[in-house]
C-alpha cells in the first residue's frame, strides 16, 4: 500500500487538515497560491527533514504533522532497519509524527516510540521518494549515482559479495595496523624490558627474604648485646653459686609441698612452681644453646647489609615489596614472549591479507565489468524513456571511472584504485538535453522538471526493482503539454501498478488519468486564510479538470472534454 494518510495541525495557512490516501495513481490540482507546496513542505517535516519554526501557524504554539503507512511487509527495508533500532512495527502499519514548537525544538515519533530526528530521516527515506521543483533529490548526488544504477542491474549476490569481502578486508587490515601499532610500541618498549630484567635477575630476589635479611642484620649488628644479656640471664636463671632463681623456686617449692602435705589447700600453687621450675630450667638451656650459635661474623655481616642494600634498590625503583618486584618481572616476561610471537602474527596476518585483498579485487573488478555492461542498456532505455516524457534528442550517460587512490586495494592499469564497500567505481550521470549540447554532470544542467521527468523515467524502467512504496512528484509537468502531457500522465499510470503515486499536476491530460483526485483549496473565515484538500467524486473531477482545461471559466465544451479525458 504505502502512504495511508496524513494529519496536518498548526503549520503556515493550514490550521486543521486530515485527508485519506489509496493504493494507485493519486492527482492533486488546485489553483497557485492555494496551498499545495505547503502540503509537501508539511509532509517533508514527517519525514525527517529539517525544521523551521517560522513554518508554524501564527497565533499556534506548535505544529503536529503525522502521517500512516500500511500493509509493509515484514521485509520491507523500513521494517528492518526500525527493529534494528528496537522500534517495534504495528502489524506492518507505521506512524511517523513530528511536533514542531515555536521555541525552535523539534521532536519526533515513530508508532509510540520517541526517536532521533536522524531516524525518522532515514525511516522517511525509506518510504516516501518526494520529487519536487526545488528539492535536492536523490538522483542529483552524485553519491546515489551508483545506486540507481545498481538497482537496476540484476546482480545484487555480487554486490553482497563485495560488501562482504570489503569488510572482512577491513578488519584484517584493521588488526594488522593494531598488531603493527603494537609491535612499535614493544620494540620502543623492549631495550627498556630487557635492562630492568637483566637488572632484576641479577638480584635474582626471593619472596620473604627482604624481612628475613632485616632480622638476620638486628641479631649480627647486637651479638655482643645478646650475648651479655644471655650470659646475665643464664647465671641468674640456674648458674650462679648462689640465690638463682632456680634456687629461690626450689625453696619455696619444698615449703608448699610440706604445706600441702599438711593441708592441700595449696596442691594447685604447689604444680603452678613445679611448671615453673621446669619452665626455668628449659629456658637457661635455650639460651645456653641460643649464644653458643651466636657469633659475630663480619664477612656475613657484610653480606646481609649488601644483600638488602641490593634489595632496597629493586624496591626504589620498580616497587615497594619484593613480591610485587617478583610480579612485575613475570609482567616483563610475557611482554618479552608476546613480543617474539608477533612477528610470526604479523606474517601470518598478511598472507590472510593478500589473500583477502584478491578476494576482494576479483569480486570488485568483476562487478565494475558488469557495471558497465548494464550502464549500455541503462542508457538506452533512458533515452528511449526521456524521448517519450517529451525530453527528445537527449544524450545520458553513465560515467564510471575508478579514481586513484595510494591506499587503494585494487591495481587498475598499473595504478592503485580507491575502494569501498560499494566496489571501486565512481558513477555520474551526464546528460544533455539539448542537441548539440555537451554531456554535462545532472546537477549542473537540467530543471526542476527535468529532473522530475528523468526520474519519473528512472523509476519507470526500474519498476518492481525499487523498494520505496510512495512515489511523489511535484510538478512534473512543468514545461509539457498536449500530447506529451499525455505520455507523462501514462507513464505516471504505469509506474503506480508497482508504486503508490502521488502527482501535484495543472495538466488536464495528468488529471484526468488519476485512480484518485485531491483538490488544494484556500478558504477565508474570521480574517484568516485556511487550506483544504478535498477528495472529488465523479461529477466534481470533471468540473476541476474543466478548469483546468479552459481556466476559470467552465464551459459546456470543456465539461466535454473533461469527460472525455476521464472516460480515456
Not at 497560491?33 to 501564527?58: C, Q, T, V
Not at 578488519?171 to 595496523?177: D, G, H, P, V
Not at 569480486?363 to 558497465?372: D, F
Not at 567505481?425 to 551526464?430: G, P, Q, T, Y
Amino acid at each position: 500500500m504505502g502512504l495511508k494518510s496524513l494529519k496536518i495541525t498548526g503549520f503556515a495557512i493550514i490550521d486543521q487538515l486530515s485527508v485519506d490516501f489509496y493504493k494507485g495513481f493519486s492527482v492533486i490540482t488546485g489553483e497557485t497560491g492555494a496551498g499545495k507546496s505547503i502540503i509537501i513542505d508539511a509532509l517533508n517535516l514527517a519525514l525527517g527533514e529539517k525544521a523551521n519554526p517560522s513554518m508554524i501557524r501564527a497565533g499556534a504554539s506548535n505544529s503536529i504533522i503525522e502521517c500512516i503507512f500500511s500493509d509493509l511487509g515484514n521485509k520491507h527495508p523500513v521494517i528492518q532497519f526500525l527493529r534494528q533500532n528496537d522500534i517495534n512495527p504495528l502489524n506492518g502499519e507505521l506512524r511517523l509524527r513530528r511536533e514542531l514548537n515555536i521555541n525552535g525544538r523539534s521532536k519526533a515519533w515513530i508508532n509510540e516510540t520517541q526517536c532521533p530526528i536522524n531516524i525518522l530521516k532515514i525511516a522517511g527515506d525509506l518510504l516516501v521518494d518526494l520529487h519536487g521543483q526545488h528539492d535536492h533529490q536523490s538522483l542529483l548526488r552524485d553519491e546515489n549515482h551508483i545506486e540507481f544504477l545498481d538497482a537496476y542491474g540484476n546482480y545484487s549476490d555480487l554486490l553482497e559479495k563485495v560488501h562482504d569481502a570489503y569488510y572482512a578486508l577491513s578488519r584484517l587490515i584493521e588488526k594488522y595496523t593494531l598488531l603493527m601499532e603494537k609491535r612499535n610500541l614493544n620494540r620502543e618498549k623492549r631495550a627498556l624490558w630487557e635492562f630492568q630484567l637483566n637488572e632484576i635477575n641479577k638480584v635474582d630476589p626471593v619472596d620473604g627474604e627482604y624481612e628475613q635479611l632485616l632480622k638476620e642484620k638486628a641479631i649480627l649488628d647486637n651479638s655482643e648485646k645478646i650475648n651479655a644479656i644471655s650470659v646475665e640471664l643464664i647465671n641468674s636463671l640456674y648458674e650462679a653459686e648462689e640465690n638463682t632463681l632456680y634456687q629461690q623456686v626450689l625453696d619455696i617449692n619444698k615449703k608448699l609441698d610440706t604445706l600441702n602435705a599438711i593441708d592441700p589447700e595449696f596442691i594447685e600453687e604447689l604444680t603452678r612452681f613445679e611448671e615453673m621450675q621446669f619452665a626455668i630450667q628449659d629456658l637457661s638451656k635455650h639460651l645456653t644453646n641460643y649464644i653458643r650459635n651466636i657469633q659475630f661474623d663480619p664477612d656475613q655481616a657484610e653480606n646481609v647489609s649488601q644483600r638488602l642494600y641490593s634489595l632496597q634498590q629493586l624496591m626504589k625503583k620498580y616497587a615497594p615489596s619484593i613480591q610485587e618486584i617478583i610480579d612485575y618481572k613475570t609482567k616483563i616476561e610475557t611482554y618479552l614472549d608476546e613480543d617474539d610471537g608477533l612477528d610470526n602474527e604479523i606474517i601470518k596476518i598478511e598472507k590472510e591479507i593478500e589473500i583477502a585483498k584478491k578476494r576482494y579485487a576479483d569480486q570488485a573488478l568483476k562487478l565494475s565489468e558488469i557495471r558497465n555492461q548494464t550502464a549500455t542498456k541503462f542508457e538506452t532505455e533512458l533515452i528511449q524513456t526521456l524521448s517519450k516524457l517529451g525530453i527528445a534528442g537527449s544524450q545520458f550517460q553513465v560515467a564510471i571511472e575508478q579514481v586513484e587512490s595510494s591506499s587503494g586495494w585494487v591495481a587498475v592499469n598499473g595504478k592503485q584504485i580507491r575502494c569501498d564497500a560499494s566496489g571501486i567505481d565512481r558513477i555520474v550521470f551526464m546528460i544533455s538535453t539539448n542537441p548539440g549540447e555537451p554531456l554535462r554532470p545532472l546537477i549542473d544542467i537540467v530543471s526542476g522538471g527535468e529532473v522530475s521527468r528523468i526520474m519519473l523515467a528512472m523509476k519507470s524502467i526500474m519498476a518492481g526493482k525499487d523498494q520505496i512504496p510512495v512515489v511523489i512528484f511535484d510538478e512534473i509537468d512543468t514545461g509539457i503539454s498536449g500530447k506529451v502531457a499525455q505520455i507523462v500522465g501514462w507513464q505516471l499510470k504505469k509506474l503506480s501498478d508497482m508504486h503508490q503515486v502521488i502527482c501535484i499536476t495543472h495538466l488536464p491530460q495528468i488529471a484526468g488519468l488519476g485512480n484518485y483526485h485531491y483538490k488544494v483549496y484556500k478558504q477565508s473565515g474570521g480574517g484568516r486564510s485556511q487550506t483544504n484538500i478535498d477528495q472529488l467524486d465523479h461529477e466534481e473531477r470533471v468540473t476541476e479538470i474543466a478548469s483546468l482545461i479552459g481556466g476559470t471559466k467552465v464551459t459546456d465544451t470543456t465539461l466535454k472534454q473533461a469527460r472525455e479525458l476521464l472516460a480515456d
